[in-house]
C-alpha cells in the first residue's frame, strides 16, 4: 500500500525531510510507518501523529492512500 | 462562521468589522461580542525577538480549527465566530490571531472565546520559530500554560 508521511517544524528540521512517499505491505500502525521511513531515529517522545489531518494515538491502524503526519507539540495563537 | 489563514499582515479591527459588517443575518441580533487578539511580543524567555515564522499544516489547521468552532457552537449558544490567524514571517507589534465570538448575552460571549483561543493553542497545528535579536534561530517548545 501506499503512504504518504509528512514531517513539520523542528522534527522535519531535524530528520532534513518534510516527507516520503511509502511502498509497504501488512498491517501497518503509525509507529511502524515512523519505523519504516526513520529506521535510524526513534521518535521523539513527545511528538504527535495525525492521519488524513485527524489526531491519533501512535497504535492506530493505516490503510492504502493515507496521509501519516509527525510533529512536535503546536505553539500557534 | 469563518476561519481565515493569512500570509500577510493584517488589522485586527478592521477584520473584525467588515466581518461583522458582512453578515447580515446577525444584524440585531447580538448583544454580546467577545475578542481576542493575539499580538507578537519583541521578548520571549528573557532575550530580545526580532522576528518570528510561523508554521503550519495547510488542511489539517483549517479541519482542527472548525472542529474547535463546531464544538463551540455545541456547547454554547453562539451567534456568529471569526478566526484569523497569521502565519509565514511575523515582526514584533503584528497581530498572530483574532478570536471574535457574537452571542445574544455576554456569558456565552466569554466562555466560547476561551474555549476557541486554549483549544486552539493545544490542537491547532500551528508552530514558531523565533529570530532572536542575537541572530540565533530557536523553535518555540511549548506555549504557555492555559485553561483547559
Known sequence: MSIKVRYFSSLKESIGRSEDDLELAGLLTVDLIWRAANPDKALPENCLAAVNMEYVELHSLVKDGDEVAFFPPVTGG | MTIKICAEAFDPWQEIQSYQNSVSAMVGKFGAT????????????????????????????EKQLEKIVAEALNRWSVIEVLV?????????????????????????AFDASRYIMEALKSKAPFWKKELLKSEAERWVVKNTGGYL
Do not use: C, Q
Open chain 2, 34 to 61: 467577545s475578542i481576542f487578539i493575539g499580538t507578537m511580543r519583541d521578548f520571549n524567555e528573557g532575550d530580545a525577538v526580532k522576528g518570528m515564522t510561523l508554521e503550519h499544516y495547510p488542511g489539517m489547521t
Open chain 2, 84 to 108: 484569523v490567524h497569521r502565519v509565514g514571517d511575523i515582526l514584533p507589534s503584528e497581530p498572530i490571531v483574532v478570536v471574535a465570538v457574537w452571542t445574544s448575552h455576554r456569558g456565552d
